[in-house]
């Protein structure tokens, strides 16, 4: 189990899990996530990732895309909310989101470097 205490998420083709790494976190993400509303499991999840990561003042939160073969337009909203919690935290308290991706995921490639843009200077895509 992770220091946050949240549990992964194993649902149909998906795996969503969380790791220590050092003094950070970072977020796992497998197979496919094409489930109509993955809202309704990721969402709780980024819930819970976010409060733990603002109390245990965690710097960095790796999320790791490498494994997810696919991810649904409604999957990338999920994320992006996550993201966006940021923004309602002061300066001192917010965290890096650092996404790593395959570049050689055609997906990963044409969506996940936009999610730079959102909260610029706190989200780092490699």
């Avoid at 709780?44 to 003042?57: I, M, Y």
């Avoid at 890096?96 to 989200?123: A, E, K």
Wanted: proline share 3%.
């Amino acid at each position: 189990m992770n220091r946050l205490n949240i549990e992964k998420i194993h649902e149909d083709r998906m795996e969503v899990e969380i790791f220590d790494d050092d003094s950070n976190i970072c977020v796992k993400f497998k197979g496919d996530i094409d489930m109509e509303d993955p809202g309704v499991l990721l969402d709780p999840f980024f819930n819970k990732l976010h409060e733990g990561v603002v109390a245990q003042k965690i710097k960095e939160v790796r999320a790791d895309f490498n494994e997810l073969n696919f991810l649904n337009s409604s999957g990338i909203k999920a994320v992006a909310k996550w993201i966006m919690k940021l923004t309602e935290l002061e300066d001192d308290r917010k965290y890096i989101i650092r996404i790593l991706y395959n570049r050689d995921i055609t997906w990963q490639v044409t969506s996940l470097p936009t999610l730079n843009f959102l909260v610029p200077g706190v989200v780092k895509v490699e």
